[in-house]
């Protein structure tokens, strides 16, 4: 398994300020805030991008928006649920390698 089928963002290969200007257009693209799973006043959006880690608010999965969000389609990612499960990174862990954080 090739690191591209894990790190759909390239976040390995970023700098500092690579890393941080990805994650604010992802920040910007985000819908996560339109889902009927999100719980108004959560933080931080981007549950997708690797490092935010997952909602301590939201406890219910609902439907989910994730596949019909730009940034799902532009990294091509593979999951949902981001809130709740983890982010891209660490669900294809946890699925295709057995590790990942609980």
């Known amino acids: 398994m090739d690191i ?5 963002f390239g976040v390995e290969e970023l700098s500092k300020e690579e890393y941080a200007a990805k994650e604010a257009g992802i920040l910007e693209e985000c819908l996560c805030a ?4 999100y719980v108004a006043g ?11 880690g997952t909602s301590d608010k939201i406890k219910v999965e ?3 928006v994730c596949g019909g969000c730009s940034v ?4 091509k990612l593979t999951h949902n649920h981001y809130c709740t499960r ?5 669900q294809t862990y946890k699925t295709e390698a057995g590790g990942g954080h609980e």
Do not use: H, M, N
């Open 4 to 8: 591209a089928s894990f790190d759909r």
């Open 34 to 37: 339109t889902c009927p799973t």
């Open 42 to 52: 959560d933080a931080p959006k981007g549950y997708c991008f690797p490092v935010v």
């Open 62 to 64: 609902k439907d989910c």
């Open 72 to 75: 799902f389609k532009e990294f």
């Open 86 to 90: 983890c982010s891209q990174l660490c």
